[in-house]
């Protein structure tokens, strides 16, 4: 195959693996290899094609090994290989040609977002430091961007890491690994109605990765547990600010109970319709003692006397402080993180 042949076959091959055709890919790179055995750009896009077929390592690994092998000083080729054994979980063959690449070229943007990537669960600290060193030659890169906001969450600075994923929206408003991080980070801070709509958003702009669908999930479940918190604290209020003066209760709780049902019709549909997906036993438990506990409220409201319970509108009211205080309290301070940093979400 000449020369020219070959090259558009490549670019062909590759357009394949962009359009999530691996199959397609591998049937166009064979008569190359077939032809020129030691073409190491062919070699790593065979690589790339049999790991996105879902090949074991066994498979894909060798002709990536060739590939490295014959092109020793290409760091960008070396750079691909190892987000390719990052992105298909073989992290050992991703931190192992990310370093090889630094050799050929300390200052290689993919190689140290990869390496740094790869270093989040072990070592966040090294991660933040080896993505700052990519940021210093492309500061405006989204991919950067994106992976220090992972690196920053990881170091407990949720504030800066919203920051981070909000400039990268800001340089690329589709990048949809910001649009789903983002979504998390604010699902974390009980922000149900944007993480619903960053995260659609994501869905949108890529409906084949089932990471962003099964995070709708994610935030089925979240809103489920904050919906029981908010109507247990609604329940023991009423009882609780009952024994002071049952109108008070009852304006404390209406309120509440106001502002779930707003949070609530604000979601999207899809996300209503998965709040009753993967119920736990847990879940089923709080759900038993907000029906124990209306009871009680509606005895208070109607003779202004807290019937014979004991202790249980003080384990009612405490139950849902335990559920609910955790997001209050981390949203108030990525609020006031935000606002020191100027930042204003999406």
Known sequence: MIDDEAQRTRARAAAA????????????LAPILASSPDDAEALALMAAASARCGE??????????????????????????ADLGRTSGDRAAGA???????IAAPHNVRALNVLGLLQLDSNPGKALDTIERALQSQPDSPDLLVARGMALARTGQLAASQAMYVAALT??????????????????CADLPRASRLLHRA????????????????????????????????????????????????????ALVGWLVLHLTALPATVRRRLTVDVTGWDTFWLVLVVLAVPGAIT???????????????????????LIVPFAVRRAAVARGLSRLDVRLP
């Open 17 to 28: 693996l962009d359009l999530r055709r691996p199959e397609e890919a591998r049937r166009l």
């Open 56 to 81: 074991p390592p066994t498979v894909w690994r060798p002709y990536a090994d060739r590939a490295a092998a014959l092109a020793p000083s290409d760091a960008n080729l070396l750079a691909t290989l």
């Open 96 to 102: 192992y040609f990310a370093e090889r690449a630094l």
């Open 171 to 188: 340089e690329n408003p589709r990048h949809v690994y910001a649009l789903n991080n983002l979504a998390l980070s604010r699902l974390s």
């Open 203 to 254: 869905v949108a702009e890529d409906p084949h990765t089932t990471l962003f669908r099964t995070n709708m999930d994610v935030v089925g479940a979240t809103t489920r547990r904050l919906a029981v918190a908010v109507l247990l604290l609604a329940l023991g209020s009423m009882i609780l600010l009952g024994l002071v003066n049952r109108w008070l209760g009852l304006a404390v709780g209406v």
């Open 300 to 322: 208070v409201m109607l003779t202004g006397t807290v019937p014979s319970v004991g202790f249980v509108p003080f384990y009612v009211i405490l139950i849902g402080l335990r």
